[in-house]
């Protein structure tokens, strides 16, 4: 789909009555604004999704941004450390 100008910019009353015209003619002409102190645009989908990168689970980004060529001290957990917040008599 060729991505044009909007032929309109939709007022927000308009937007409201007019909404399944507004969502057809942003599949038919293109994107469809609406408003003009704080425009918004109407657009399909798929054209949305094909234009943002998604994004990678925080998981997977945490481990290829991990830092290399640091030595970490890991604590030792094998102490017997206090425990904040826990009553000795519930241990």
Same mark, same amino acid.
């Given at each position: 789909?060729?991505?044009?100008?909007?032929?309109?910019?939709? /007022?927000?009353?308009?937007?409201? /009555?007019? $909404?399944?015209?507004?969502?057809?003619?942003?599949?038919?002409?293109?994107?469809?604004?609406?408003? /003009?102190?704080?425009?918004?645009?109407?657009?399909?989908?798929?054209?949305?999704?094909?234009? /943002?990168?998604?994004?990678?689970? $925080?998981?997977?980004?945490?481990?290829?941004?991990?830092?290399?060529?640091?030595? $970490?001290?890991?604590?030792?957990?094998?102490?017997?450390?206090?425990?904040?917040?826990?009553?000795?008599?519930?241990?």
């Amino acid at each position: 789909m060729e991505m044009s100008k909007p032929q309109r910019v939709w /007022t927000v009353a308009e937007a409201k /009555t007019h $909404l399944s015209e507004i969502l057809r003619l942003a599949e038919v002409e293109g994107p469809q604004t609406i408003g /003009t102190r704080r425009p918004c645009v109407v657009v399909p989908a798929d054209t949305w999704y094909a234009k /943002t990168v998604p994004r990678k689970p $925080l998981g997977q980004w945490l481990v290829e941004n991990m830092p290399r060529g640091m030595e $970490l001290e890991i604590p030792d957990r094998s102490s017997n450390r206090k425990i904040p917040f826990v009553d000795e008599e519930d241990e």
